[in-house]
C-alpha cells in the first residue's frame, strides 16, 4: 500500500506562488496516475489536477487552470503541485491521491493534506 505525506503548504498573500510535494513510500507510484484535490471548510471536495503514470498527461480544473501546474519525479515516487498567482478562493487543505482523478473521482488512498491559505 502507498502511503502519501503532502508537504508545502503555508500562508500567503494573493498573487504569491507555492509549491506542494508528494512523497510517496510503501511503493512505487511510477505506474500511477496521480492527481491533487482540495477542501476548504464547510465545502466539498474539488478537483485541482492529475497527471497519468507516464507524467505526458494532464488534466486541470477550470478554477485553476493557466496557473496550477502537476508535474512528478517516478525516481524520487514524488508529485509535485506549482501553483502560481494564487487567489483567496483557492485556501484549502490540498491532498494528493493516487489514480486519475476527476471531477467525481478523488482517488484510491490520500494523504493527510497541507493547509494553504491565501490572504488578500
Known amino acids: 500500500q502507498v502511503q502519501l505525506v503532502e508537504s508545502g503548504g503555508g500562508l500567503v498573500q494573493a498573487g504569491d506562488s507555492l509549491r506542494l510535494s508528494c512523497a510517496a513510500s510503501?511503493?512505487?507510484?511510477?505506474?500511477?496516475?496521480m492527481g491533487w484535490f482540495r477542501q476548504a471548510p464547510g465545502k466539498e471536495r474539488e478537483f485541482v489536477a492529475t497527471?497519468?503514470?507516464?507524467?505526458?498527461?494532464?488534466m486541470y480544473a477550470d478554477s485553476v487552470k493557466g496557473r496550477f501546474t502537476i508535474s512528478r519525479d517516478n525516481v524520487n515516487n514524488t508529485v509535485y503541485l506549482q501553483m502560481n498567482s494564487l487567489k483567496p478562493e483557492d485556501t484549502a487543505v490540498y491532498y494528493c491521491?493516487?489514480?486519475?482523478?476527476?471531477?467525481?473521482?478523488?482517488?484510491?488512498?490520500w494523504g493527510q493534506g497541507t493547509q494553504v491559505t491565501v490572504s488578500s
Open positions: 510503501g511503493r512505487s507510484i511510477s505506474r500511477y496516475s
Open positions: 497527471i497519468s503514470w507516464t507524467g505526458g498527461s494532464t
Open positions: 491521491a493516487v489514480g486519475l482523478l476527476s471531477l467525481n473521482y478523488f482517488g484510491s488512498s
